[in-house]
């Protein structure tokens, strides 16, 4: 370990001795730059606070920030009054598809509204999302995300071109860059990867906001050359971090069959990079993203199918209201006071919320 040739050499050290420094004075050296010491990773102290860049900007990151997908679905033209009578009205309306398909119903197609001896809900919550309904969605915000993107000359990443890591064997067209592709096209994709790995609702909202945290970080637009990759890598990424059996990338390997380990691992690791290691999802950030989904699904007449409340959910519903009930109780009490004065006059109101 003496030798001078020892391969054992450290790079930018940042505090180094002679070989007589117990006798010589302590002289430190200039630290070397980054391109000296060929290191070009950003050190965690050098990058940007993320809370001091406005709001618009890391969308991803702060939950008062408009989700990208949201403002570009609203750049559309303007749709004729009917549809946007029938849009508001989606929401109380009970999609016939999902009766036709499950229950033949012959007749004609009935409204269904709530009243006071039924009411109708749907199946999805912030905890627990429709699984069909959100890919859905998730797959209408990609779309929006390529039809409106800024076409401004921004750079496209090698790592992401479908020409140079095609997904299959098959040639890929000479025009693939030119042509957007239909939401059913992005909406198959990604129910193959999902259905195929078991993925589950939730990781879809976290998919969708690694993708525009990866926009917005690295200064990118997907666009139709590499739409595929980036939502190839945003599911991986998102599958690992969100479920606790986490699927692996030689799974993605037989999903995808003409695909090998080593573009998975290096399309992961570049996306990690361009994230900038930053994979946390706060609570608040989720559920903006499930909520703007939502949005986005009744402003394109996208209705979650509505259900007859039956006696058990109700039952289910009443139990953790009580539990919330009961949870808050000793809170009102601290909350109250005997006698207050009329200047300091304060109303405390608790309507707890119901996640089933």
Same mark, same amino acid.
């Given at each position: 370990?003496?030798?001078?040739?020892?391969?054992?050499?450290?790079?930018?050290?940042?505090?180094?001795?002679?070989?007589?420094?117990?006798?010589?004075?302590?002289?430190?050296?200039?630290?070397?730059?980054?391109?000296?010491?060929?290191? &070009?990773?950003?050190?965690?102290?050098?990058?940007?606070?993320?809370?001091?860049?406005?709001?618009?900007?890391?969308?991803?990151?702060?939950?008062?920030?408009?989700?990208?997908?949201?403002?570009?679905?609203?750049?559309?033209?303007?749709?004729?009054?009917?549809?946007?009578?029938?849009?508001?009205?989606?929401?109380?309306?009970?999609?016939?598809?999902?009766?036709?398909?499950?229950?033949?119903?012959?007749?004609?197609?009935?409204?269904?509204?709530?009243?006071?001896?039924?009411?109708?809900?749907?199946?999805?919550?912030?905890?627990?999302? &429709?699984?069909?309904?959100?890919?859905?969605?998730?797959?209408?915000?990609?779309?929006?995300?390529?039809?409106?993107?800024?076409?401004?000359?921004?750079?496209?990443?090698?790592?992401?071109?479908?020409?140079?890591?095609?997904?299959?064997?098959?040639?890929?067209?000479?025009?693939?860059?030119?042509?957007?592709?239909?939401?059913?096209?992005?909406?198959?994709?990604?129910?193959?990867?999902?259905?195929?790995?078991?993925?589950?609702?939730?990781?879809?909202?976290?998919?969708?906001?690694?993708?525009?945290?990866?926009?917005?970080?690295?200064?990118?637009?997907?666009?139709?050359?590499?739409?595929?990759?980036?939502?190839?890598?945003?599911?991986?990424?998102?599958?690992?971090?969100?479920?606790?059996?986490?699927?692996?990338?030689?799974?993605?390997?037989?999903?995808?069959?003409?695909?090998?380990?080593?573009?998975?691992?290096?399309?992961?690791?570049?996306?990690?990079?361009?994230?900038?290691?930053?994979?946390?999802?706060?609570?608040?950030?989720?559920?903006?993203?499930?909520?703007?989904?939502?949005?986005?699904?009744?402003?394109? &007449?996208?209705?979650?199918?509505?259900?007859?409340?039956?006696?058990?959910?109700?039952?289910?519903?009443?139990?953790?209201?009580?539990?919330?009930?009961?949870?808050?109780?000793?809170?009102?009490?601290?909350?109250?006071?005997?006698?207050?004065?009329?200047? &300091?006059?304060?109303?405390?109101?608790?309507?707890?919320?119901?996640?089933?």
């Amino acid at each position: 370990m003496g030798n001078t040739t020892s391969c054992c050499v450290s790079s930018s050290p940042k505090h180094r001795r002679s070989n007589h420094s117990r006798l010589e004075p302590y002289r430190p050296e200039p630290e070397l730059s980054r391109e000296d010491t060929g290191c &070009n990773l950003q050190h965690i102290s050098d990058r940007e606070n993320l809370d001091d860049l406005p709001m618009e900007y890391n969308p991803s990151d702060h939950p008062r920030a408009s989700t990208i997908f949201l403002s570009k679905s609203q750049t559309d033209v303007a749709v004729p009054s009917k549809r946007v009578r029938e849009k508001r009205k989606s929401l109380y309306i009970n999609h016939f598809t999902h009766i036709s398909e499950n229950k033949h119903y012959p007749g004609p197609v009935r409204r269904k509204y709530s009243s006071c001896s039924t009411i109708f809900l749907d199946d999805s919550t912030v905890s627990q999302p &429709n699984l069909k309904y959100t890919i859905k969605c998730v797959a209408l915000a990609i779309y929006y995300h390529i039809k409106n993107r800024d076409i401004d000359g921004r750079m496209l990443l090698d790592i992401f071109d479908e020409k140079l890591h095609p997904l299959s064997k098959s040639e890929v067209p000479a025009d693939y860059d030119k042509h957007d592709p239909e939401q059913k096209q992005i909406y198959r994709f990604v129910r193959t990867l999902f259905s195929a790995a078991q993925l589950t609702a939730e990781c879809a909202i976290v998919t969708l906001v690694y993708l525009e945290r990866l926009l917005t970080y690295a200064e990118i637009d997907i666009c139709p050359a590499n739409w595929k990759r980036i939502v190839l890598g945003a599911i991986l990424l998102a599958s690992k971090v969100w479920d606790d059996q986490a699927v692996w990338n030689v799974d993605y390997c037989q999903i995808l069959k003409d695909i090998t380990v080593e573009d998975m691992n290096e399309l992961e690791r570049q996306f990690l990079e361009l994230l900038q290691f930053n994979i946390n999802v706060p609570s608040s950030v989720y559920a903006k993203y499930y909520f703007d989904l939502r949005s986005l699904a009744e402003a394109n &007449n996208l209705s979650f199918p509505l259900e007859p409340l039956s006696r058990d959910k109700a039952q289910k519903l009443e139990a953790i209201s009580r539990l919330c009930d009961d949870k808050y109780k000793d809170l009102r009490k601290l909350a109250k006071k005997r006698s207050v004065s009329a200047d &300091n006059l304060t109303v405390v109101r608790w309507c707890p919320a119901i996640i089933s």
